[in-house]
């Protein structure tokens, strides 16, 4: 329309029936109300969405992507007035970027799938919504397992509905262990862990090199997968944070002690060798599926999470393995493991939170728990899904949700997660490169992440 | 309209005396130019002013932000990352855009050859630099490791040892400056047109004088093409300084903080650590050193760039 409007003055000018001065004048009102008719649009929301939709943002790839799908079209076929939108976005656990520009600028979704483990952060710094209003005096507590609840919380106001959570084991290929003549029945769940001891010598004696001394094949690569420091923190009793005290803990005695046998362990086999093998597929690179160590049977033994349990049978369905509690620091030590998790949180700005909640209740609810258990094998991180034995007649799967998930820890749920997770695998890789003893390299995330902190004291961590 | 540009008269205090018409002309140019005026304040102009106030503020982005004067300029000098990244970024810039420059030039003299099918070296020559940093990331993520990567084969056909270029903490800044050399076809074409520029006339006077390849290389061709390699060091500063793309998508910092560049850590801290203050001040800091370097630069550039016309 103004493009017309425009053309018409141009050939009045050329025509001679109009002034320069009128031309100039017209013109820049045609500017001033194109602009503004265009910023008012803008300043209109409801203008770009009904009021019956609902955005949601995931940055999960396949196949978790496909699931989150299905739980939507299973909301949109059950709801006539409110429909949601599934929109892949860019970014990562610790990344929002996507969203905080979008929240900023007024056009972020009304949920967004979180990792739990961010929610604290996040909501300190105000880019999400209270839930208290939503749950009207509801105490989910009890319907969600304590970790995942506490997570979604911070200072003691909910922010977010726990979704999915999952739990880290040992992993072992069978047919390599018999092999070399090792007994996999010793890693038998039934026989209790092995100590990390153990499992080093194990994985030694399956270690193979090439003509010019490079590991063509490694029993256990010590930094592949979900073997990060906060596994090996976990895994010989470490905390990460004191609540008391209000400080974080990587230099707490089992958080040292783990990276120790981690240092160790690297320092016995070449730190170097060890890494022209690992580093190309350390935990820190996203692999694709075939590359991966254990699918194309170039480790023995790996840690890793449940979801292997649907992962193995599409890329290597020939391979027989067992899995394995973690290992212990001594005989008789308890096992420990941890597990994480996804949320479903609503930005500041949504515009329809209302719909955000209704569909969060059915994302974050048993249907979309159950469907994502079904199809991408993540657990549930509601109680009485995850007491429904129907769910878990698979075995593995058994061990990982009744046997794994009820010790397992978690993540600290701090405002300063995502610097937390930084500093600690820049500490954990000058570790395995052995550039830096464990006590040190562990020292200086606290001081790197300590102040960062130090303004959120004291921190109430449901 | 004038043919001609009218005379500049200054008056005091620097105003322009202008003729009415004159007037007339500038605020009509104003007019015309609006658009862009309105962006370049909008776009540019605001979000520098910004910055500098949130350097003086605690904020993550949202919510009110808090005034700290000197603070984050203070917390900074405390932070070992802040000066591991801004080593990590000299470190980088230092090797990249004089290799940058090297490569650029080689690359120009390559298209410039009299050869029959020079158009299609040309397309050659400059196809990396048609794609986008981002996709040249995954590409060298491929290529260069160390158990798959074809440029790693390589190597060690020819007896090389196999490096872990980025899961080394000693090759990976190195691997990243062999990364950036991929874009130099766009300076290579700015190269090659300062190279076409240089009048043929000075290379047969030279040829009659019996110099030879390297001689006339060396006497007119560098001395010609000064001015081209002062921009192309500016530009590479201003680039090398502002690495990021590339440690986001391959390292993300790492090893152990071999590829922590400052801008990569700037970005850390804004969008992901919520402390959009102190990655203002960061900002506002290397703003302040690309100035510096870049005005060394200019200065030291008085000593060997030859302008032709002075």
Redesign the interface.
């Known amino acids: 329309m103004a493009d017309s409007t425009y053309r018409d003055l141009v050939r009045k000018l050329r025509g001679g029936r109009i002034s320069r001065r009128h031309f ?1 004048q017209s013109a ?1 009102a045609l ?1 001033v109300s194109a602009t503004s008719i265009s910023s008012a649009l803008r300043a209109n929301p409801s203008y770009a969405q009904e009021a019956s939709e609902v955005v949601f943002w995931t940055t999960h790839t396949e196949p978790e992507l496909s699931s989150l799908q299905n739980i939507v079209d299973a909301f949109n076929a059950g709801n006539s007035d409110v429909q949601a939108t599934l929109v892949q976005v860019l970014g990562d656990e ?4 996507q969203l ?2 979008a ?2 600028g007024g056009s972020g979704p009304d949920v967004y799938m979180l990792d739990r483990f961010i929610v604290a ?2 909501a ?4 999400l919504q209270d839930l208290s209003e939503f749950l009207g005096g509801e105490d989910p507590s009890e319907t969600y397992v304590p970790f995942a609840w506490a997570e979604a919380n911070f200072q003691g106001t909910p922010f977010a509905l726990p979704f999915d959570t999952d739990a880290r084991a040992l992993f072992y290929n069978i047919g390599m262990l018999q092999e070399a003549g090792i007994d996999p029945a010793q890693l038998d769940i039934a026989n209790g862990p092995i100590t990390w001891d153990s499992l080093a010598e194990m994985a030694t004696q399956l270690n193979e090199t090439d003509a ?1 001394g ?1 590991f063509s094949r490694m029993g256990f690569a010590a930094y592949t997968d979900q073997a990060w420091h906060y596994t090996y923190g976990f895994a010989f009793g470490g905390n990460f944070f004191d609540e008391a005290a209000c400080e974080v803990t990587p230099d707490d005695a089992g958080v040292v002690a783990g990276h120790q046998w981690l240092y160790d362990y690297v320092a016995a086999l070449d730190p ?1 060798k060890v ?3 690992a ?2 597929v ?1 935990a ?2 996203t692999v694709p599926e075939e ?1 991966q160590v254990f699918i194309s049977e170039r480790v023995a033994f790996t840690i890793t999470g449940n979801w292997y349990l649907k992962t193995l049978p599409q890329y290597a369905p020939d391979i027989e393995y067992g899995v394995a509690l973690m290992p212990v620091p001594n005989e008789g030590d308890e096992s420990a493991t941890w597990a994480g998790g996804w949320s479903a949180v609503i930005p ?1 700005g949504a515009r329809n939170p209302e719909g955000a909640w209704q569909f969060m209740q059915h994302l974050a609810g048993e249907a979309g728990q159950r469907t994502y258990l079904e199809e991408v094998g993540n657990l549930p991180t509601i109680v009485s899904l995850l007491e429904e034995s129907s769910l878990f007649t698979d075995e593995r799967l058994r061990f990982f949700a009744q046997d794994l998930l009820p010790t397992a820890r978690n993540r600290p749920p701090l ?2 997660g ?2 937390y997770w ?1 500093e600690l ?2 500490a954990w ?2 570790i395995y ?1 052995n ?2 003893e464990p006590e040190s390299a562990l020292a ?1 995330v606290k ?2 992440v300590q ?2 902190l130090q ?1 959120f004291c004291p921190i109430d961590v449901v | 309209m004038s043919t001609t540009a009218p005379p500049i008269r200054p008056g005091p205090f620097g105003r322009l005396h202008l003729t009415r018409s004159e007037r007339r002309n500038l605020r009509l140019g104003l007019l015309f130019i609006s658009p862009w005026i309105v962006g370049f304040l909008a776009f540019l102009v605001y979000p520098i002013v910004y910055t500098l106030r949130i350097s003086f503020t605690e904020y993550t982005g949202f919510g009110e932000p808090e005034w700290i004067g000197l603070g984050n300029y203070q917390a900074l000098l405390q932070d070992d990352l802040f000066w591991i990244s801004l080593y990590n970024t000299l470190y980088y810039t230092a090797l990249a855009a004089p290799l940058g420059v090297v490569v650029a030039m080689g690359l120009a003299l390559s298209m410039n050859q009299p050869l029959r099918e020079v158009p299609l070296y040309r397309a050659i020559l400059y196809l990396p630099s048609v794609i986008p940093l981002f996709t040249l990331s995954f590409i060298f993520l491929i290529l260069m490791n160390p158990t798959q990567g074809i440029f790693n084969q390589f190597l060690m056909a020819i007896g090389l040892p196999n490096i872990n270029w980025f899961g080394d903490p000693a090759w990976t800044k190195l691997a990243f400056v062999f990364l950036a050399q991929f874009g130099a076809g766009q300076v290579a074409l700015i190269f090659l047109a300062g190279l076409k520029g240089i009048p043929v006339t000075l290379y047969e006077a030279a040829m009659l004088d019996g110099a030879g390849v390297w001689s006339r290389f060396r006497n007119i061709t560098l001395p010609m093409m000064t001015p081209i390699i002062l921009y192309d060091l500016i530009l590479g500063l201003s680039l090398g300084l502002q690495v990021f793309t590339q440690a986001y998508v391959i390292t993300r910092g790492g090893p152990a903080d071999a590829s922590r560049f400052y801008v990569l850590y700037l970005y850390d801290n804004a969008f992901r650590y919520g402390k959009m203050g102190y990655a203002s001040a960061m900002a506002w800091i290397l703003f302040v050193i690309t100035f510096v370097l870049a005005m060394l630069i200019f200065r030291w550039s008085q000593r060997w760039v030859h302008y032709e016309n002075q």
């Open positions: 100039m820049a500017g610790t990344d929002t970027t905080m520009t929240v900023r952060q996040r300190a710094e105000g880019v010019d490079n170097q890494n022209a093998f580093g190309p350390a820190t690179v590359q500041q405002p300063v995502a610097r930084d695998t820049s890789e000058r490169l550039q830096e200086a001081d790197r102040p960062d303004g």
